[in-house]
């Protein structure tokens, strides 16, 4: 599949935005917040920097990427869909009975889903898996995991940032995506997860801290975190949830909404 | 009764099983929590340590990462004591490999009370009960050494998610070495017509202490080792309900949710008959030898003898 450039990634980016919020507003639920968050994020992974093929998502050498925070999985749905793993016209049917694009990612489900998510801080985990198991087999891939700061209050992930650079997994990049709200408030006032780079730097991963939303500090950030050595390497994204939708942007109530017909139009409106 | 000859314990069995498969298997990757004396892991560990991981006393991330590897094609063990790896990591068994039906093989030890002195904390006496909870997994508890060296090998050669309650104890000898037992099979050992004894792991030689004694009173009992709870063996089950017409179910186990009530539920579904069950009632237990535990918690021979004695006088 073609790669895009960092230009080009931004174009992309309104397309995933349109997508995201016509999904959720045809489910009528959903999380668009955490979704528009990780916008540039997850669209220069799947359209620049992870090796992948959408007809063959069993590759033993693919890269891979886990949504931890599953509950932000229609934006991985949207780059999917964009990449060809299943048709456009299926994002439609997020969140419907039978559909294969279940509310938060199931495994074997969707081909090209890593890991069933959604029950959160389980991610890492399964991603220290698969980079061990790259490690074992002697595979050059890399493996993606993007975690929420609400989401890292799970005791869970610190047990597996313990065990990543313990087991120096220099092929596992983490990407804490740093909205600053988790569902019920803004997270320095639910439980501080701050300061977030000190705190991996101290559980020994590479850490680096950039603006999430600026297509040249993702695109850098990633390629470091692929270029770097003997210990695992994490990039604190700093967004802004709800990040192209005015209405939406730092608002903890559009955590977990779908935007109705007329939110949706206006939403769309702003996106462009 | 009490007489039968002690073997080694089910953890043994395991250390052995995994030391066969360290040295004829290259894809069996192995994983425990800072308890891989006790559960025997560390055998393979000394034989395979590339393949070998310590996760440290992190059971959550141990199961997750398990589950990741075993996505990439490995045949995975996790281990820890059964109390720990289903009730610290039971979210992460459901997540991780429940429910995408990873190659995962929960081989846990010290399994119910048996364990001893060190107490309540590290007794499971719910484990089968949330196992059972996993749709799709397999759930074991084989009585003795070889039946369990057997059974693991078993779930080792074949895909899917496999639970195993190992004990710590030396467990009493039911089956000669070259006795073959199959996983989901139920073993019929002795094949009496008044009332089935039904029970696995160490309640499994209680029964056949209580059936023996139980002769001697001209009654002849049927006893089976159930050392499958899932896929539970119907057949055998129904055959033995519909032609002894009376059932005991004994187990290490809260009475609630575990063997007995799937055996339970299968006698209900081919042919109902008078049940009585014998294991823990709405209890934790406490330190102690494991035969005072025993005595203390009702799971001996003789309480299996009682609840034989009772479920005849129902059966009329």
Known sequence: MPVLSAAECVAKCKVVRRHIIEMLAAAGSGHPGGSLSATEIVTALYFHHLRHDPHHPDDPDRDRFILSKGHAVPVQYACMAECGYFPISELATLRCIDSRLQGHPVKGTLPGIEASTGSLGQGLSIANGHALAGRIDGRAYNVFVRLGDGEIDEGQVWEAALFAAHHSLDNLIAIVDANRIQLDGFTADILNTEPLPEKWRAFGWETVEIDGHDMDAVFAALEQGKAHRESPFCIVARTVKGKGVSFMENEPEWHGVAPNADEKARALAEIG | ?316
């Open chain 2, 1 to 316: 009764m009490g007489e039968r000859k002690l073997g080694r314990a089910t953890r043994d069995a395991y250390g052995d099983a995994l030391v066969e498969l360290a040295n004829t298997r290259d894809d069996v990757v192995v994983f425990d929590a800072d308890l891989a004396k006790s559960t025997r892991t560390g055998k393979f560990g000394a034989l395979r340590p590339e393949r070998f991981f310590d996760a440290g006393i992190c059971e959550a991330n141990m199961v997750g990462t398990a589950a990741g590897v075993a996505a990439c094609g490995k045949t995975v063990f996790v281990s820890t004591f059964s109390a720990f790896l289903m009730c610290k990591a039971f979210d992460q068994l459901r997540m991780a490999v429940a429910y995408p039906r990873e190659n995962v093989k929960m081989v846990t030890t010290h399994g119910g009370i048996t364990l001893g002195q060190d107490g309540a904390s590290q007794m499971s006496v719910e484990d089968f009960a949330l196992a059972l909870g996993l749709p799709g997994v397999t759930v074991i508890h084989p009585a003795d050494d070889p039946s369990a060296k057997q059974l693991i090998l078993q779930a080792a050669a074949t895909d899917g998610p496999v639970y195993f309650r190992l004990g710590r104890e030396k467990a009493p000898l039911v089956y000669e070495a070259d006795h073959e037992v199959r996983i989901g099979r139920a073993e019929v050992l002795s094949d009496g017509r008044d009332v089935t004894l039904v029970a696995n792991g160490m309640l499994l030689a209680a029964s056949l202490d209580a059936a023996e004694q139980l002769a001697g009173e001209g009654v002849e009992a049927r006893v089976i080792d159930v050392h499958t709870l899932r896929p539970i063996d119907r057949e055998t089950l129904g055959a033995a309900a519909t032609e002894t017409g009376a059932m005991v179910v004994a187990e290490e186990h809260l009475t609630v949710a575990g063997l007995g009530s799937v055996v339970a539920q299968t006698v209900a579904e081919t042919c109902p008959v008078p049940m009585e069950f014998v294991g823990l009632h709405e209890t934790y237990a406490e330190s102690g030898q494991p035969a005072e535990l025993l005595r203390k918690y009702g799971l001996t021979a003789d309480d299996v003898l009682a609840a034989a004695r009772r479920v005849l006088a129902r059966k009329g």
